[in-house]
């Protein structure tokens, strides 16, 4: 089965990409959504509320609205290209740094930074949390605290996410533990 994927060059400033894939949002969805992120803001579930604003009725959280987007585009966009995106050598990096982690991992975990590094490695945690989390929080990931991380990314495993990927490949499923 031939991956739908663009590498870099093939993409050009101002593009337009159709999708097939189309799916209604529903208020179950927003509700979870929610839920899931720990926004209580009356906006997304406060009917009543929102019958008096300018909006007349709840508005969909954007954070699922980005992150349905951007599902929706993967197999137009990434499926298949996102090491040859990254290129080998920083793909590499990862990995070695992943490795690196798991065989020598920071004890005891003092905050967020720790947590994250010792999930992912330095090199993934530079390249992607660090300077997401510091700016969404306004805090720097050494301020937050172990729990705080392990609540938001329960579940989130690079060896389950690599298993899983590897499994696609294979055409099978591979099961990988998963610890705090």
């Not at 969805?29 to 803001?41: C, G, K, Q, V, Y």
């Not at 954007?62 to 197999?75: E, K, N, R, W, Y």
């Not at 050598?89 to 065989?103: K, M, N, T």
């Amino acid at each position: 089965m031939p991956m739908g994927g663009l590498y870099y060059e093939e993409f050009t400033v101002g593009m337009r990409i159709e999708h097939v894939l189309r799916r209604t949002v529903t208020e179950a969805d927003n509700l979870i959504f929610s839920a899931l992120t720990h926004n209580p803001a009356a906006l997304h579930l406060d009917e009543e509320y929102m019958k008096g604003t300018e909006f007349g009725t709840r508005i969909v959280n954007s954070g699922f609205t980005l992150a349905l987007m951007v599902g929706i585009s993967v197999g137009d966009t990434t499926l298949g290209t996102t090491i040859a995106n990254l290129g080998w050598w920083r793909s590499a990096a990862a990995g070695l740094s992943y490795v690196a982690a798991q065989v020598f991992p920071r004890r005891p975990e003092h905050h967020l930074e720790d947590f994250l590094v010792n999930r992912f490695g330095k090199r993934l945690y530079e390249a992607f949390f660090k300077s997401y989390t510091e700016k969404v929080w306004g805090v720097p990931c050494t301020a937050i605290s172990v729990d705080w991380g392990a609540q938001r990314i329960k579940g989130l495993s690079l060896t389950r996410a690599l298993a899983h990927a590897a499994g696609e490949a294979l055409g099978r499923q591979l099961h990988v533990g998963q610890q705090r």
